[in-house]
């Protein structure tokens, strides 16, 4: 329901009207006896509460981007990419995926990557569809070396919530496919997409290949105060349709 972040925005006013009231200038109740553990907690829940579902789920991805930053070593394997912007296009080029996790009862999995673009205030559904590589039958160290060509602009791409998410899928054929592990990487790094990057596109044999750890969604994401707001927005659908979505997103050797 869109009413519900307007409505926290005003009790988010109310609160500081509230507490100013209180203190009245300094005649009141002083800032130790106000600014306590208790009233920043409740603000932050308001806070969290007056965002819009969609701006929830930006904050939401810019967590999981900054986390993927900070990961070194995974224990659902790798994924090798590389990615860069010229001529009003991205191209993404997916070479393997190393040390993914048995999925299947044969101890192996049939691996593919769906590739897409977020988030989609910047990247439109409607312009931007998920691709994927074909599957990779029976193996934990699949070879893919296929590339896709997203049509976009600098202005997309510069957006500080842009990024490039990788899903990893074994592919069943009688249930539905799980979930292997997803990688995420940051569009304004990309070459091409900053202005000093240029020269490196005219030489692109220079350019490595990134090898992303993979993740899936843990007890710390589920936990997070983000998650737990969409997650009480019972009666909106984007937001519901978005948890289940994410608490999918975990790998279970078979
Ligand atoms: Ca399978």
């Known amino acids: ?47 969290m509460q007056k965002t819009s579902t969609d701006e929830l789920i930006e904050m939401y991805w810019a967590g999981r981007v900054k986390a993927q930053d900070e990961m070194t070593t995974s224990s659902l394997g790798t994924l090798s990419v590389r ?71 600098l202005h997309q791409c510069r957006d500080a919530c842009s990024a490039i998410l990788f899903t990893v899928m074994d592919h069943d054929v009688i249930t539905a496919n799980d979930f292997a592990g997803e990688a995420y990487m940051r569009l304004s790094n990309v070459p091409g997409v900053q202005k000093e990057s240029r020269d490196t596109i005219s030489n692109l044999r220079g350019l490595r290949a990134i090898d992303l750890p993979l993740m899936s969604f843990t007890d710390k994401e589920k936990e997070s105060i983000i998650f737990k707001t969409l997650e009480s927005r019972s009666l909106d659908k984007v937001a519901q349709e978005f948890v289940k979505k994410q608490k999918s997103r975990v790998a279970v050797p078979y």
């Open 1 to 47: 329901d869109e009413r519900i972040p307007h409505f926290y925005s005003r009790l988010f006013d109310s609160l500081t009207i509230l507490r100013d009231f209180l203190h009245a200038d300094g005649e009141g109740l002083s800032d130790a006896e106000l600014k306590t553990e208790r009233f920043f907690a409740t603000q932050r829940i308001l806070e």
């Open 83 to 153: 990615a860069y912007f010229n001529h009003n296009s991205l191209t993404v080029e997916i070479f393997q995926a190393r040390n993914l996790i048995p999925l299947d009862p044969n101890g192996f999995s049939d691996p593919f990557v769906q590739v897409e673009l977020i988030p989609r205030r910047v990247f439109p559904s409607a312009n931007y569809k998920m691709q994927q590589t074909q599957v990779q039958k029976k193996t934990l160290h699949p070879d893919f070396n296929e590339v896709f060509e997203f049509p976009t602009n």
